[in-house]
């Protein structure tokens, strides 16, 4: 019964017959290419290839339940019993959705910043720059003496002005998560900015007087991620003969360096100068050190007192000059996929930024083959409910605050989903969490769609890899499943979790028939782990860049192939999976369509075993029933 549902289920969206256009790919064979995710020297990560010429939204929805992803026009799926990061589709029914509480953060933090909140808070923290006017001393002096008097309205100030710091530092680490310079997935501290006293101060060596606040927020982080790489090591059971595994995780030192480094823009509009000193991440003032006696006052002045100070250089940005805070207006336009000169800088600035590529590797030739170039049969709306107003196809989900763009959510929308691609986003607004609130848009707006074409139900985050800690955030997408390698049977998160904990390639389908037949030992494994990493990688503001980040590397279908090799696959691979006979496969050659075993006396007998041996590897890898639907293109065999 469960595998009569499933076959529905995957040839449902085939039996359209009002949508045109037919899918032309040709074999690229068994592809090898170094890992972007493990990061291996050599070339380990191991893939079925394809060239698509053109593929219709149903056929590529069908495609994509038995594993298979694109870049750009390159259709790739991983060998998952000899590649060396296992890779499972997952995908979310979005009515279903449950956010969770950072999830639900995300979304007010940007309803803040939308307000005009957020900006309330940085402007109200804004420090001295220039007191040495004798009017500006006044003007302090003034300050001074209100705050004596509302003593308590000034600590409330001096607390705003250290979470203002602290916040500035967590969004320093943030940029160092997703830039990879940082572990993903796990638990980060909260940064913490203390005051330094004006006794401390004068117990200090020399040069140190102007120090005004400082964080160890570097030593934490040195400890939680030594202690996660260590366990890392020993989950992965990584043996180095004749060597102790060593702490060879960042130290204080280089962690504060990094973070004052990210932290430079604040020091440009703050008047502070950021420093790392032994570990410690130190906020000075950049006033003449005779000016340094006085604690920095936050309070409230007159406007003529204000202006006063501007004309002589400025002591204060007061608070009282900004009486309601700035609105800001956000946009989300969907378009289909085309070159844009305005995406393709964001996405320049966001890989030269986030992930550190070199200027010269970030081509507009690179870019368009990534993320441009799509070879999904467009479907425009039909005004009933087959298709969503927006039709079926590959777009670009651009987001735009007071009309600069911000964001560009690469998705494919197919008859049963929307696919998430790629995202890319302008690193000024990290503070926003770009990753995760484009997720949450994209699945509501498979829920608003839903209304419209019924059929379109679930929310595909593309590739998660279990053994990468930068992928396990997609799971934090809950209540999710992950797709058998074997059986093409969608199998909950919940479940496949503790069977992944064990080994990278699990036939995860045997596991969810013993569920389904209430075995507890896999209930409760379930159970005690199931939020573990979930909590951890989602607190951290990773973005679905999805890996959504990591989750679509460009592939190259000239790499390595190693066709020659056994047929591992279709030999290991047998139980459960549906035959089908390699006679019936469409073949185009010489502008004609036609069957294969109308041809096959065509071929001469070395030719004919060779070209055989072919088309069955590639019936194996798309199913007996799309290898009959699609049109493979045979190259030089005609």
């Known amino acids: 019964m469960k595998k009569s549902k499933m076959r529905s289920e995957a040839s449902s969206s085939s039996n359209n017959s009002n949508r045109k256009g037919e899918t032309v790919v040709g074999d690229c064979g068994t592809c090898r290419s170094s890992c972007g995710y493990c990061k291996s020297s050599g070339r380990t990560s191991i893939t079925h290839g394809l060239w698509a010429y053109s593929v219709t939204v149903d056929d590529y929805q069908d495609l994509l339940d038995r594993g298979w992803r694109r870049s750009g026009s390159f259709l790739y799926k991983p060998d998952m019993e000899r590649t060396c990061c296992p890779s499972y589709t997952i995908r979310l029914r979005a009515s279903d959705f449950a956010p969770s509480k950072e999830q639900r953060r995300v979304s007010r933090r940007m309803q803040r910043f ?10 109200s923290v804004e420090l001295i720059k220039d007191p040495s006017t004798s009017n500006c001393n006044k003007v302090s002096s003034s300050v001074e003496n209100n705050s004596l008097s509302h003593n308590n309205e000034e600590n409330n100030k001096e607390e705003e002005i250290l979470q203002f710091l602290s916040g ?72 180095v003969f004749g060597q102790s595994i060593e702490d060879t995780g960042p130290s204080p030192k280089i962690i504060a360096a990094k973070l004052a480094s990210s932290l430079i823009q604040l020091a440009e509009t703050s008047g502070l100068s950021i420093r790392a000193c032994n570990g410690h991440l130190n906020f000075y003032s950049a006033m003449k050190q005779a000016s340094l006696d006085e ?3 936050i309070g409230t002045v007159s406007k003529e007192s204000a202006k006063t100070c501007e004309s002589k250089g400025r002591c204060l940005k007061n608070s009282s000059e900004h009486p309601q805070a700035k ?89 049963r989903c929307l696919s998430s691609k790629y995202l890319f986003w302008d690193p000024d607004y990290a503070f926003l969490s770009l990753g995760k609130y484009s997720a949450l848009q994209e699945i509501s707006w498979v829920k608003e769609n839903q209304t419209l074409c019924p059929t379109l139900q679930y929310y595909y985050l593309g590739y998660y890899i279990h ?32 069977l992944l904990d064990r080994k990278p390639y699990v036939v995860l389908s045997d596991f969810a028939s013993l569920q389904n037949e209430s075995s507890p030992c896999i209930s409760e494994n379930v159970m005690g782990c199931q939020h573990d990493d979930i909590g951890q990688g989602d607190s951290n503001d990773v973005r679905m860049d999805y890996d959504y980040d990591y989750d ?87």
């Open 114 to 123: 939308l307000d005009g909140t957020m900006d309330v808070e940085k402007k």
């Open 168 to 239: 500035q530092i967590d969004n320093a680490v943030q940029l160092c998560v997703v830039s990879g310079q940082f572990l993903s997935g796990i638990q980060l501290p909260k940064a913490s900015v203390k005051k330094v006293s004006q006794a401390k101060r004068k117990l200090l060596v020399e040069g140190m007087e102007n120090l005004l606040y400082t964080s160890n927020i570097a030593f934490q982080l040195a400890a939680t991620l030594n202690r996660a790489q260590l366990a890392e090591k020993d989950v992965q059971q990584i043996r």
């Open 295 to 297: 604690d920095v006052h």
């Open 327 to 415: 609105r800001h207006k956000l946009q989300i336009r969907l378009k289909r996929s085309s070159f844009d000169p305005q995406e393709f800088e964001l996405y320049r600035r966001y890989q030269i930024n986030v992930h550190n590529d070199k200027p010269d590797q970030v081509t507009e030739t690179s870019y368009r083959r990534f993320l441009v170039d799509s070879p999904l049969v467009f479907v425009p709306p039909s005004g009933d409910d087959t298709v969503p107003p927006c039709g079926f196809g590959s777009f670009h989900q651009q987001y735009l605050i007071d009309d600069r763009l911000v964001a560009v959510g690469v998705i494919d929308i197919l008859p």
């Open 467 to 498: 053994s990468c800690r930068k992928m396990r955030y997609k799971a934090a997408y809950h209540p999710s499943e992950l797709l058998c390698p074997l059986r093409y049977q969608w199998v909950p998160y919940d479940i496949a979790r503790p």
């Open 552 to 638: 679509d590397e460009t592939l190259d279908p000239e790499s390595e192939s190693d066709d020659d090799e056994p047929d591992t696959e279709t030999s290991r691979q047998t139980v459960g999976v549906e035959d089908g006979d390699i006679s019936n496969i469409v073949i185009r050659g010489q502008g004609t369509r036609v069957r294969y075993k109308d041809i096959q006396r065509a071929f001469g007998p070395i030719q004919r075993r060779s070209l055989e041996s072919q088309l069955r590897k590639y019936m194996k890898v798309v199913g007996a029933e799309l290898s009959e639907r699609m049109v493979y293109a045979l190259g030089s065999y005609l």
